[in-house]
């Protein structure tokens, strides 16, 4: 079967270098969705004489959020109806929601849950500083809002979303990404995949 799995979390948890590991062993298409709209999105910023960072005003929200979102889905359902793997890499919240989301991204790739397997790995962390240094760590000139504003934007890291897609249970996996990530750590994150 092939494989449809999110990676999902707030920001600083780790998703993207959760799901870069186990892309090594697991091929796929690696959609992350910060990659597939970031330049667009800055652009448009830009032109509204905004902050080219910005991902949390209203504006986003009504005007660029769903268009990276939407653009993602799109390459993943061109994805999946060529026949590859695909790793979706976002928060997808508002999705994972929406019990018709899922249906209609493979109904658009000609596929059913008979032909894809869909997972989520939810990635999480047991503390805030961790996330803070993380997010320092990674050096991204788009966390700046979020670094200058932390006492408004701290959220917490160990947040598992609302799933309502019709999946079975033992295809979400919530993994504590806390520590180094070993491969004793992403051994059993590709077993989850895989199987």
């Given at each position: 079967?092939?494989?449809l ?8 948890t ?30 448009f ?19 660029l ?19 590859q ?44 500083e ?7 760590e ?5 966390d700046?809002w ?7 934007y ?12 019709a ?28 199987g």
């Amino acid at each position: 079967m092939q494989k449809l799995i999110f990676f999902v979390g707030v920001a600083g948890t780790g998703k993207t270098t959760v799901a870069k590991e186990i892309a090594k062993e697991v091929p796929c298409a690696f959609l992350d969705r910060d990659t597939v709209g970031g330049r667009f999105v800055e652009r448009f910023l830009v032109l509204q004489g905004m902050d080219k960072d910005d991902r949390d005003s209203e504006f986003y929200k009504e005007n660029l959020r769903d268009l990276e979102y939407d653009t993602t889905k799109d390459i993943c359902i061109e994805n999946l109806a060529a026949g590859q793997n695909v790793f979706m890499i976002s928060p997808f919240t508002a999705e994972l929601k929406n019990k018709a989301w899922i249906e209609e991204v493979l109904a658009a790739s000609g596929k059913t849950f008979a032909d894809v397997d869909v997972k989520v790995v939810v990635v999480t962390l047991e503390d805030i500083e961790t996330q803070r240094n993380r997010i320092e760590e990674r050096g991204t000139i788009r966390d700046t809002w979020k670094l200058e504003n932390w006492d408004s934007y701290e959220t917490r890291v160990n947040f598992v979303p609302t799933i309502n897609w019709a999946i079975p249970e033992d295809n979400i996996h919530i993994f504590d990404n806390s520590g180094d990530l070993t491969a004793q750590k992403v051994a059993p994150l590709v077993e989850f995949v895989q199987g």
